[in-house]
């Protein structure tokens, strides 16, 4: 089973600051979903990211997927209260233990 | 498009009781998978099925067991339950033409939050 290490676990910003979380393995991933969960809720798929290299954006989120396909990141730039949430990497049927966002008004 | 619907939302047993989750997928999805989330281990699979047949089993003991019927609907049922099997139970479903394994995007309910007593 595929390991995924996500750092950090935890992170509490002011808004308008940007931010990268990690996500890891000692395995090379076939492809690496990211998600976002709100407290109640059930994980939203944000990206879905398959070649080495790959960058995607969505609005302020930049993924980018490493080139060696075992590492992906997550920036944000100028963090907005709503981006506050869970975040979670996975791939396949393997979830990371998340990131907890706080963004601060 | 309607999206993947859990029942119950919320529910409450003693210990020693068991407990029937349900899972509607997502129209036209023929994959469903099923996790349980607590804030110590986070998200854990639990079981992947596909056609009514399951396809990959995490590491729970086997007081944790699922179905698939036939219109992709999918239930989970835990018996002689434990304080520690308090947790969120997600399910999800995927529109891959194979096992979610293949594929890899999951589009989630809200889930099933089951407390023990």
């Known amino acids: 089973t595929q390991l995924l290490e996500q750092s950090p676990q935890f992170l509490s910003i002011q808004e308008g600051e940007n931010l990268t979380v990690y996500c890891n393995s000692s395995?090379?991933?076939?492809?690496l979903q990211w998600y976002r969960q709100e407290p109640g809720e059930g994980p939203v798929l944000l990206v879905t990211?398959?070649?080495?290299?790959e960058v995607k954006k969505l609005k302020r989120l930049t993924f980018q997927f490493g080139d060696a396909r075992k590492d992906s990141s997550l920036h944000i730039t100028a963090a907005q209260p709503g981006d506050t949430g869970l975040y979670l990497c996975?791939?396949?049927?393997?979830f990371g233990e998340g990131t907890q966002l706080t963004v601060n008004p | 498009k309607a999206g993947v619907t859990q029942t119950p939302r919320y529910l409450i047993k003693t210990r020693g009781q068991q407990v029937t989750l349900s899972c509607s997928p997502i129209s036209g999805h023929r994959s469903v998978s099923w996790y349980q989330q607590t804030p110590g281990q986070g998200l854990q699979f639990l079981f992947e099925y596909f056609s009514e047949t399951q396809r990959n089993k995490g590491n729970f003991p086997g007081r944790f067991s699922g179905r698939q019927f036939s219109n992709s609907r999918s239930e989970m049922n835990v018996s002689t339950l434990e304080l520690g099997d308090s947790a969120l139970y997600l399910c999800?479903?995927?529109?891959?033409?194979?096992?979610?394994?293949?594929?890899?995007?999951?589009?989630f309910g809200e889930g099933s939050r089951l407390t023990v007593l």
């Open positions: 999800a479903s995927s529109s891959g033409r194979g096992p979610i394994s293949n594929t890899g995007e999951l589009f």
């Open positions: 395995s090379v991933f076939s492809s």
């Open positions: 996975a791939s396949r049927l393997t």
């Open positions: 990211v398959v070649t080495g290299g």
